[in-house]
């Protein structure tokens, strides 16, 4: 059956069309053209006519009168394939599917094959059962492996569909209307090629003529059963031979020939040659056979760029230019017409002269390697390297000069690779992007609205000049001038991986993913797309997995978890759909826009109204759905409920009042006998109360009287202390620029310092005393003593260590130390130094405390030794002694451990080493007075309300 613009006609097996008229069937003048045949389909071709394809592959035009022959040009590629159904495309597309050659796109007017749908080219099968449409244009194909869509609206071709490409695809170039890819096996172009084939197909035969009985006639249903074969098309072609032969003898003995013959069609099985479905081949080009990795179209031919060197590509041959080198990076065309060559350990440049390419300068003073290079006002160079960018101007002789170099700081090491976009350098690394800024002369982070994280995008470098960033999901070109169109560039969200995007001269993008394919997007024709596309509500249920009708979803009071599955149906790319709701009562805005089809609502009673919409690959938003749902509320928040609840509220208020009332009366006379019986009890409390507050009143001011008498001695013992310290004259005198931050914890203090002077030495130490207050008060006046005497008894060799040596065996005599179990163990940390003023020589030794020495801005410290100077169980026989040579402007500090031991700052710990040497560093610069107060209120906003733990001593002075 076809129906055309005005009536339905019905094609009658060996009789041919008819016209459907009111009951009646009117015959067709050329109806006679299908009568051995089966019209499989009826496609719309103009006003007036149908396009008409049948079983035996043939097509035609019909206008409801006449049969028009309508032929294509495929070389009887169709008539081979055997025609199995017919869709129209567009307004000048017909697809017509084939049992042996998959799908023939055909241009409907001029009938040239446009495009072959089949195996080669993606195609799971070329034995095609059926096509459709959507409404969306998409052709839709069904075969034994399931069904296909192809969208011919996306100016979308695959060129890896044809043979002859080896190796993994690294980039491409359109050179003189041919394409040429770089694979890690070469460079290969694609040429057009013609190659015939045998295959065996089914056919059609002569027919087998029916000749009308003379004598005999026989009833019409009998003539069907004997005449008329299967209405498949399947059928036919798999039928018996040997039942078809014995029919047509029988039927042979029992005619005779009448001037009118029925004919029935024969399907053999035939070797036939026919051009094959790929016209095209690639071929590898002479002489590469390494990896190549950039091609370059030149007027003179393509440049390529490979392991092994520079080549040269003319009339699909290669030959080298210069070997034996790394090439990293082909630069963009220089003023003088030639190219600059960055390399694993350098960089060149080459220039065509005497009709051939060769080499012009070679910059044999750097030899680091080379990622790229932009060359900028025809002398500037910019180089990005390992770590490093390189910077220098080119002289007239080539050779170069004002070399600088930059970095940014990065938390591990990268290639550096640059390109001049926009007028403006930009610095791609894997951890960011940044920008050259001519006022700092430095490289700064690029900001903008699509790098807002800079550590979550992508980026291509495949051709100077026209980088792509993926941001998320989308591809974004960073050259602001590139002509594609928002919804253009969103075809390369089609690709999951790319690894290269290169333009040609026609803004075609040639485009190589990770699956070692390559693409072509035809810029021009490109059109924007507004596809049909809408969400659904695909299924309401609970979490009883229970389905609700989405006309009525009122829920009860234990449906608290609603699972609603919305759709979008859309076909480019599986997961490119995204989706977005919001819940009116329940949510203040829009969630995010997700993949996940699936909305999990856990609400409470009340009214709500789900909106949903979704968002196609091309940024398209659909209009927005809604849906209204209610969740009944539970009997304990119904207004009867409330009321019951009120009512037994007001009963038992009244029970308990009453119960309440009895037991007032019963506990006030309680009450009153028990108040009689405590006044009694607490009037001779209070008079022991008063008899113990005057005893301790009294003994509170004893205690008060011994304590002042306690504060006055130790008061009298710190001035004693203090007469004992040195005078700050004679610090003074000794040095020009010093301080002294003495804090003892209590009145007294158990560090001190001590100093002393012939005529070639100074002799000066700070010291901390086991124990602190009164105990380490005696501590240190056993120490200066002690030193004292040292120094008054001592000889001209006498060295820092020596003197601790000694004041080591002086303490252990003075407390009776001599190592056995149970005794004390008090003793003294101390950092003692000599400086002998004519050799400007600084003697150190120290038990514990080290020294810091600060020389042009760097710290030095000189440590102590791990023991006191006092009885210790694994003591050394001699402390060490340090001589140290000192510069002016260098800068000693000697302390104790107080300050580094206090506890404060935001988490109260101590205030460490660490921040003892970054603090000194910090005021390193500052007169001692300043660095003196500095760290006075370093250590008091340390502190903080915490009370100090120990006592201070710290003595800085700059020589």
Not at 81 to 86: E, H, K, M, T, V
Not at 555 to 560: E, S
Request: aromatic content about 14%.
């Amino acid at each position: 059956m076809l129906i055309t613009h005005k009536n339905t006609f019905f094609n009658v097996y060996g009789e041919g069309l008819y016209r459907l008229e009111s009951d009646t069937l009117f015959p067709i003048v050329t109806g006679y053209y299908t009568e051995n045949s089966e019209i499989l389909f009826s496609l719309p071709y103009n006003d007036k006519r149908v396009l008409v394809g049948t079983d035996n592959s043939e097509l035609y035009t019909f206008d409801g009168i006449k049969y028009y022959n309508y032929d294509i040009n495929d070389d009887g590629y169709l008539e081979e394939s055997i025609l199995a159904d017919g869709q129209i495309i567009s307004d000048t597309l017909y697809a017509f599917g084939t049992l042996y050659g998959g799908v023939e796109v055909v241009n409907k007017r001029t009938g040239k094959i446009v495009y072959t749908v089949n195996y080669q080219n993606g195609l799971p099968d070329d034995e095609i059962y059926s096509l459709g449409l959507d409404n969306n244009n998409g052709l839709w194909i069904s075969h034994e492996f399931g069904v296909s869509r192809v969208d011919f609206n996306l100016p979308l071709r695959n060129f890896t569909t044809y043979p002859g490409l080896k190796g993994n695809l690294i980039s491409s170039v359109w050179h003189n209307n041919e394409l040429y890819v770089a694979t890690n096996e070469g460079v290969y172009y694609l040429s057009e090629v013609k190659d015939y084939n045998e295959v065996d197909i089914w056919v059609k035969t002569s027919p087998v003529r029916r000749k009308t009985p003379t004598t005999t006639k026989t009833s019409k249903s009998e003539e069907s059963k004997t005449q008329r074969p299967s209405k498949r098309l399947f059928s036919k072609l798999f039928s018996k031979k040997t039942e078809t032969t014995a029919v047509e003898e029988k039927q042979a003995e029992s005619t005779k020939e009448t001037t009118r013959a029925r004919t029935k069609p024969r399907y053999v099985k035939k070797t036939v040659s026919r051009l094959k479905a790929i016209n095209y081949i690639y071929k590898q080009v002479e002489g590469l056979n390494d990896k190549c990795t950039q091609l370059v179209s030149t007027e003179h031919g393509i440049l390529v760029a490979s392991n092994d060197g520079l080549y040269h590509i003319e009339e699909h041959k290669s030959k080298e230019i210069v070997g034996n080198r790394y090439i990293n990076q082909i630069s963009n065309k220089t003023g003088n017409g030639g190219y600059y060559i960055s390399t694993a350990n350098g960089l060149f440049s080459i220039i065509y002269t005497d009709e051939k390419w060769q080499p012009e300068y070679s910059f044999v003073d750097f030899t680091e390697p080379v990622y790229t290079i932009n060359i900028l006002n025809k002398n500037s160079a910019w180089l990005g390297g390992d770590d490093y960018v390189y910077s220098f101007l080119i002289d007239s002789l080539g050779e170069p000069k004002d070399f600088k170099y930059y970095s940014v700081k990065t938390d591990f090491p990268e290639q550096y690779k640059l390109d001049f976009i926009n007028d403006s350098l930009f610095l791609f690394l894997e951890s960011g992007l940044y920008c050259y800024d001519l006022k700092t002369d430095s490289f700064k982070t690029y900001k903008s609205d699509y790098f807002n994280d800079q550590y979550r995008f992508k980026f291509l470098l495949n051709q100077q000049s026209l980088p792509w960033i993926k941001s998320g999901d989308k591809w974004i070109c960073l050259n602001s001038k590139s002509v594609w169109a928002d919804q253009e560039k969103s075809i390369l969200k089609l690709f999951d991986d790319i690894s290269s995007v290169i333009s040609d001269d026609y803004q075609n993008m040639w485009i190589i993913n990770n699956n070692n394919q390559l693409y072509k997007i035809n810029h021009s024709k490109f059109k924007t797309l507004e596809p049909d596309f809408n969400v659904f509500f695909n299924k309401i249920k609970n979490e009883k997995e229970i389905s609700f009708e989405l006309s009525d979803l009122t829920f009860d009071p234990d449906n608290k978890a609603i699972y609603i599955k919305i759709i979008a149906p859309y076909y480019l790319k599986r997961n490119s759909t995204r989706y977005q709701y919001f819940v009116e009562g329940l949510m203040n805005d829009w969630s995010t826009w997700s993949i996940n089809q699936d909305i999990n609502l856990i609400v409470e009673s009340g009214n709500y109204t789900l909106h949903v919409r979704a968002t196609d690959i091309w940024g398209n938003k659909s209009e927005i759905k809604s849906l209204e749902f209610t969740i009944k509320p539970p009997f304990t928040e119904s207004t009867l409920f409330y009321v019951l609840i009120g009512i037994g509220i007001i009963v038992l208020f009244l029970i308990t009042s009453k119960i309440r009332e009895r037991k007032l009366l019963h506990d006030k006379k309680i009450l009153e006998h028990k108040v009689k019986v405590r006044t009694i009890e607490i009037q001779e409390q209070k008079e022991e109360i008063e008899s113990q507050r005057d005893e301790i009143i009294i003994q509170r001011d004893m205690i008060l009287e011994q304590k002042e008498d306690i504060t006055a001695s130790i008061n009298y013992a710190s001035r004693i202390q203090n007469a004992v310290l040195p005078i700050n004259e004679h610090f003074d005198n000794a040095f020009s620029d010093h301080f002294i931050l003495f804090k003892p914890r209590d009145i007294v203090s158990g560090d001190f310092y001590w100093i002393a002077e012939d005529k070639d030495k100074l002799y000066f130490t700070a010291a901390d005393c086991t124990g602190h207050g009164v105990p380490g008060a005696f501590m240190s006046m056993l120490g200066i003593s002690s030193l004292n005497e040292i120094f008054g008894s001592k000889s001209d060799k006498l060295t820092a260590n020596k003197i601790l040596n000694l004041l080591r065996e002086k303490i252990k005599y003075s407390l009776h130390q001599t190592g056995k179990e149970g005794e004390n163990k008090d003793g003294m940390d101390m950092a003692l130094c000599i400086l002998h003023k004519k050799k400007n020589i600084l003697e150190y030794a120290g038990a514990y405390n080290p020294l810091y020495l600060i020389r042009d801005g760097e710290l030095h410290e000189y440590k102590a030794d791990r023991m006191p100077v006092g009885i210790y169980h694994v003591e050394k026989d001699s402390f060490t002694n340090h001589e140290i040579k000192i510069k002016k402007g260098d800068i000693i500090y000697i302390f104790s451990d107080g300050f580094v031991d206090q506890f404060g700052g935001p988490g109260e710990t101590k205030f460490k080493s660490t921040n003892l040497k970054k603090l000194l560093l910090e005021i390193q610069d500052k007169p001692m007075a300043d660095q003196k107060q500095v760290m006075e209120e370093t250590f008091e906003q340390w502190k903080g309300k915490l009370h100090q733990i120990d006592d201070i001593i710290f003595i800085g002075i700059k020589f």
